[in-house]
């Protein structure tokens, strides 16, 4: 199949087609090497053309088990080489794919000038006059203000948390902002109860679950677009422990007095250095962003930055039990140096099981 990407400083790209369709959107990259099927499937890449840095994209298959959202959410997907099986899924999933392109001078063109619009275009009988009206549609496209429509579940769902785990009996308000299915996952595997509720989710909506915990997810775009969670950060902080992951630890600084803006390129991949300012340890962290909170105003402390740019990693109030991370603790893709973080948030709510006596 013919194929062509239309940037937006005016070159076109010819590449094989691997996927069929038009479609149009921001070109980002990711530099994680494995997880592929993950970052596929998050929905923080919702209406964004994902490249990949690494060269050879499907070498282990694709399985259902490790996807984090039922579907994938790039709007295209750009590769140096993509094996038949991905292709297929994509093909399954109506999303454009194109390989055989020189992805290393791709991800240069996008660190020097950040994320860009593109125009994509694959099939038989495609031009690049197909790839450039995609260009100039996505050029004058205004930004997506109801995104999180998109990515949210649309009624409350309810995850039972696991009865042997150190916070049984613990609910956890989880406001769906494109939240990845291991949160979910690693907040039921200790036992907390996850109340999922859509991005638009109201205050009388929380005060129904009586949660124990009030928690603000990753999502895509800017956090500027997703008022109502920050309204629930506003109605509910100092009375109920909040947490916040990605996106969501914009939304908190947002609602709290801080300011958050728009990087040049993001972080996206599995091998983002973080530094503890209290201990001074660095982790590698799975990270997947296009904004950062720029000033953290008065009320939340910075205790983690990025090694390589210092961006706010880390914000705390232990005065009103507010905890969140820029990175993804979870991974999926990645490493798990910071599984911990679901037990510090977990530990602010004070309903873990007590341990058991030991006997004499």
């Not at 969670?229 to 109605?235: F, H, T």
């Not at 091998?271 to 008065?298: A, F, I, K």
């Not at 979870?330 to 679901?342: C, I, K, R, T, V």
Request: hydrophobic share 35%; charged share 25%; aromatic share 6%.
């Amino acid at each position: 199949m013919n194929a062509y990407v239309a940037l937006e400083g005016g070159r076109v790209v010819e590449a094989r087609g691997r996927s069929p369709g038009t479609t149009r959107g921001e070109l980002v990259f990711t530099t994680a090497y494995t997880g592929y099927e993950e970052s596929l499937t998050d929905p923080s890449y919702e209406e964004q053309v994902l490249t990949f840095s690494y060269p050879l994209i499907g070498n282990y298959g694709v399985r259902e088990d490790r996807f984090e959202s039922d579907r994938v959410h790039p709007r295209a997907v750009v590769a140096r080489e993509l094996t038949d099986d991905v292709a297929e899924w994509l093909t399954e999933e109506d999303v454009p794919s194109v390989d055989h392109i020189d992805t290393r001078d791709l991800v240069t063109d996008i660190r020097e000038g950040g994320a860009m619009k593109c125009g994509i275009a694959v099939g038989e009988d495609v031009t690049e006059a197909d790839a450039l009206a995609e260009l100039e549609s996505c050029r004058g496209m205004s930004e997506h203000k109801d995104i999180g429509a998109q990515v949210s579940v649309a009624n409350a769902t309810v995850h039972e948390g696991d009865a042997d785990g150190e916070y049984a009996g613990t609910d956890v308000a989880l406001v769906d902002c494109g939240a990845k299915g291991s949160i979910v996952d690693s907040l039921v595997a200790r036992g907390a109860t996850v109340h999922v509720l859509p991005y638009d989710a109201t205050e009388a909506d929380v005060e129904a679950v009586d949660p124990d915990l009030l928690f603000i997810s990753n999502g895509p775009g800017d956090p500027a677009n997703f008022e109502a969670a920050e309204e629930l950060v506003d109605a509910f902080v100092g009375e109920v422990p909040l947490a916040g992951i990605c996106l969501g630890q914009q939304v908190v600084a947002r609602a709290l007095g801080g300011t958050t803006e728009k990087m040049d390129f993001g972080h996206r991949g599995v091998n983002q250095p973080v530094r503890d300012l209290e201990t001074n340890r660095v982790v590698m962290t799975t990270q997947n962003h296009g904004y950062t909170v720029g000033d953290p105003g008065d009320v939340l402390e910075v205790t983690q930055r990025n090694v390589n740019d210092d961006t706010p990693e880390g914000l705390d109030s232990d005065e009103l039990d507010v905890i969140t991370r820029q990175y993804h603790p979870e991974a999926n893709p990645g490493p798990n140096d910071s599984l911990d973080f679901f037990d510090d948030v977990l530990a602010m709510t004070n309903h873990h099981i007590e341990a058991a006596p030991a006997d004499d």
